[in-house]
Nanobody, 122 residues
Framework: QLVESGGGLVQAGGSLRLSCAVSGRTFSYYTMGWFRQGPGKEREFVASISWLGRSTYYADSVKGRFTISRDNAKNTVYLQMNSLNVEDTAVYFC?????????????????WGQGTQVTVSS
């Protein structure tokens, strides 16, 4: 089970930190990813991190502003989001895949959280 938290309402330029708590002993063997789905938009890849945390990947739209990290001891993955803008408004989902950390296609992720809403006001 994947459970996201940390979403909310923030002004443009602000920051939020999302968390995703994962149940299950095999968490550390999964590549973890964050996706988002804005109003009227398709779900899109945001970031991913390898199971040891040594490799990370980001969508161009968030590169330099967002940081993905994980704590395998806590079975938790994080998404630090800085310099938020209104285009970042979306429901954010965490997901897990047994594929490598360069996996950006949503259909290749096997487990999903329920999502957490992030709203950025201008």
């Amino acid at each position: 089970q994947l459970v996201e938290s940390g979403g909310g309402l923030v002004q443009a330029g602000g920051s939020l930190r999302l968390s995703c708590a994962v149940s299950g002993r095999t968490f550390s063997y999964y590549t973890m990813g964050w996706f988002r789905q804005g109003p009227g938009k398709e779900r899109e890849f945001v970031a991913s991190i390898s199971w040891l945390g040594r490799s990370t990947y980001y969508a161009d739209s968030v590169k330099g502003r967002f940081t993905i990290s994980r704590d395998n001891a806590k079975n938790t993955v994080y998404l630090q989001m800085n310099s938020l803008n209104v285009e970042d408004t979306a429901v954010y989902f965490c997901a897990a895949t047994s594929r490598n950390s360069g996996t950006t296609a949503s259909y290749e992720y096997e487990r999903w959280g329920q999502g957490t809403q992030v709203t950025v006001s201008s």
